[in-house]
């Protein structure tokens, strides 16, 4: 079935360390959308990767869309205690409006001061 | 501008009951999506609708779960009746049109016991 895979699946950093996780998904995919939870609370978005190549970046944060639009990366450059929290890419399959958006597990992060 | 709106916050019931939610989007979304969250993993799509009509609900459990967006604004998701491995947050987000990144609600907390 449709898989959108994501590694690792927990990191624990010291505050000012670097930061990776990593999305592989079966399919092509029309956009990758990245998404903060926080402890006990709700996905909140990030951004939206939509041309093959493409690196947009907010602050700390870089993320990239792998040019044969399968594979997607977030890098968080020296990581805060702030950073808490777990990241989701979500793949989004299909096009028009019959594709869906399929989350990948998450990759926790956990932040030592 | 509000975000999207969930309620009950939490619900506890006994196998067998019948339970429903609620969800207001945000004003102007036309999509709006009903996620299920088991703890320690991604969300899961349980359906979407493009205005008051259904665009994907391939992975809800019909014979249980239904779910309505009469006049294209508020959704109801009811489950009826419970199953223990019901127990999960439900999780109700929008988005402006389809493919676009979406916001959450604060989801609801189901308990089966």
């Known amino acids: 079935g449709q898989q959108v895979m994501q590694i690792p699946q927990y990191q624990h950093v010291q505050e000012g360390e670097d930061f990776t996780t990593y999305c592989n998904s079966s399919?092509?995919?029309?956009?990758i959308q990245w998404y903060k939870q926080r402890p006990g609370g709700h996905p909140v978005f990030l951004i939206q990767?939509?041309?093959?190549?493409e690196v947009k970046k907010q602050k700390r944060l870089t993320f990239q869309f792998g040019e044969a639009k399968k594979n997607s990366s977030l890098h968080i450059t020296a990581t805060q205690t702030t950073d808490v929290g777990t990241y989701f890419c979500?793949?989004?399959?299909?096009?028009?409006?019959?594709?869906?958006?399929?989350f990948g597990q998450g990759t926790t992060l956990q932040v030592k001061p | 501008e509000a975000g999207v709106a969930q309620s009950p916050r939490y619900k506890i019931i006994e196998k067998r009951q019948s339970v429903a939610f609620w969800c207001n989007p945000i004003?102007?979304?036309?999509?709006l999506y009903w996620y299920q969250q088991i703890l320690g993993q991604g969300p899961k799509l349980l359906i979407q609708?493009?205005?008051?009509?259904?665009v994907d609900d391939s992975q809800l459990p019909k014979d249980r779960f239904s779910a309505e967006r009469l006049k294209g604004v508020d959704s109801t998701l009811k489950i009826q009746p419970a199953k223990l491995e019901d127990s999960a947050v439900y999780l109700c987000?929008?988005?402006?049109?389809w493919g676009m990144g979406q916001f959450f609600g604060p989801g609801t907390r189901l308990t089966v016991l």
């Open positions: 987000a929008s988005s402006l049109s």
């Open positions: 004003s102007g979304h036309a999509t």
């Open positions: 609708f493009q205005n008051n009509g259904v």
């Open positions: 399919t092509t995919l029309s956009n």
């Open positions: 990767l939509v041309k093959s190549g």
């Open positions: 979500a793949g989004l399959q299909g096009s028009g409006n019959t594709g869906k958006l399929i």
